[in-house]
């Protein structure tokens, strides 16, 4: 039996809490406030935190941060009604055991529970505390689904290694915005941030782009140029397109990854680079994928930590945010409730540049300060996304109507596609399998089409 200790400013959240960790056989200890919870936690050991972040006398990030400082073990578990990347991030970082946004799905928040419980039991050893991110990241990431909040977590838990990390995802999904994050959080944020596109340059270019050249290299060369691996120095060196890097190329890259040494162009010394690399392909390069471009040897060196990023139809949740977020940089203040159907609606081939896009010309179309149906370009009106296999039916609902109905479309889509194996749908649709039945249930799917015993 174990100890959990739950802070929530929230009274009836926390009465609910206390009933469901009573129900598993612990002791629950309840503090309503952060002054509560210190006073708790100097008063005795316990098992497992379960941390609200909004706290009416603080910030619940800092009570982490203040229990991994001492050297404290217990498992902490990050709940919020607000689902944001950088907190997300700054959670992970600060050795958050895992983070949940409100309302909670149950079956999910008591696996995460067991889960804290049993990690106390083996005696598990903090992860350590990475510096704070330089204030005024620009970059940032957003969302709230379960595939975003999946994303963020990977982030949080590499930042502070060195180890190469390749980013996977359609055009348009955020790579190097991923790529920055990394950076941003991680022990190299004050040093240089390097990104070159692989596809923007020709082969007989871009290796003195990417290792510099002599004077007399080559026809041309009329002096000594530093390449992006000396530019980046001890930062980060972000490959964007990995899957158009030459051949040739590819062994010099396999080299750098392996003893951190390369020559410039024309040149006999051996220089060394401290940068970590973070490379990027909407291409397949998997050994197994059929068309790959990479060499196995240098995809394996680096895939230490693979990131891969879903197409934003496998998270119309996240519309609604990144369209809110897109106007922060328009004349516009809102969009329509039916103009946001149709934006949920659309398959997005073009994925969060293409809805930036869309949502900067709606703008500029508007003759208010309000995005209608009448302002969003042609792709995205009714025949388009019924061109696209949408429901006309789509454009006359209402955004949460809407929701609603693409979220059980995709849950039938994927039951269907994995024969009715739930845990592989589950895994398909970027949620934990707890979570997958309590959305069955919720649309009346039941156990139909399945083949997973109970």
């Known amino acids: 039996m174990a100890r959990v200790l739950i802070v929530e400013d929230e009274a009836s959240v926390r009465e609910g809490l206390v009933r469901l960790v009573e129900s598993r056989g612990h002791t629950a200890v309840a503090a309503p406030s952060l002054a509560a919870a210190r006073k708790e936690l100097a008063s005795g050991p316990v098992d497992c935190v379960l941390l609200d972040l909004r706290l009416k006398d603080g910030d619940g990030l800092d009570l982490l941060r203040e229990v991994r400082e001492r050297g404290e073990t217990p498992p902490v578990i990050v709940a919020t009604a607000y689902g944001d990347s950088e907190r997300t991030i700054a959670a992970m970082k600060s050795g958050a055991f895992e983070y949940l946004t409100k309302p909670f799905d149950v079956p999910v928040l008591s696996d995460a529970i067991e889960r804290a419980v049993r990690s106390m039991a083996r005696a598990q050893d903090p992860r350590p505390r990475l510096p704070e991110p330089a204030p005024g990241d620009a970059h940032r990431l957003v969302g709230a689904s379960a595939a975003m909040l999946a994303v963020w977590k990977t982030i949080g838990r590499v930042a502070g290694s060195s180890a190469p990390i390749l980013v996977v995802g359609e055009t348009g999904t955020g790579k190097e915005l991923v790529a920055r994050a990394i950076h941003t959080h991680s022990p190299r944020a004050k ?252 649309h009346g799917l039941g156990k139909k089409g399945t083949t997973e015993p109970e």
């Open 191 to 442: 040093e240089p941030f390097v990104a070159v596109n692989l596809a923007a340059l020709a082969p007989t270019l871009l290796e003195s782009e990417l290792f510099g050249h002599e004077k007399g290299a080559f026809t041309g060369a009329t002096g000594q140029r530093v390449g992006r691996f000396e530019a980046a120095g001890s930062g980060t060196i972000f490959l964007d397109e990995l899957g158009d890097l030459d051949h040739a190329l590819q062994t010099k890259l396999l080299r750098v990854l392996q003893d951190g040494t390369f020559e410039r162009v024309g040149g006999n010394e051996t220089l060394t680079s401290a940068a970590r690399v973070v490379a990027a392909t909407s291409k397949p390069i998997r050994p197994s994928e059929p068309g790959a471009t990479l060499r196995q040897d240098l995809y394996f060196r680096l895939a230490v930590v693979e990131v891969a990023l879903p197409p934003l139809r496998a998270r119309r949740s996240d519309v609604p945010l990144l369209v809110a977020h897109a106007l922060t940089r328009t004349k516009a203040r809102a969009v329509t409730e039916e103009a946001m159907a149709r934006l949920v609606a659309y398959d997005w081939p073009g994925n969060v540049r293409e809805l930036t896009h869309v949502i900067e010309r709606a703008a500029v179309m508007c003759s208010g300060d309000v995005v209608d149906t009448a302002d969003l370009p042609a792709s995205v009106q009714p025949s388009a996304i019924a061109a696209t296999g949408q429901d006309d039916a789509f454009a006359t609902m209402t955004l949460r109507d809407a929701l609603a109905s693409l979220e059980k479309r995709m849950i039938e889509r994927a039951l269907a596609q994995t024969g009715g194996n739930r845990t592989e749908a589950a895994r398909l649709l970027g949620i934990a399998r707890p979570q997958l039945y309590t959305k069955m249930d919720e």
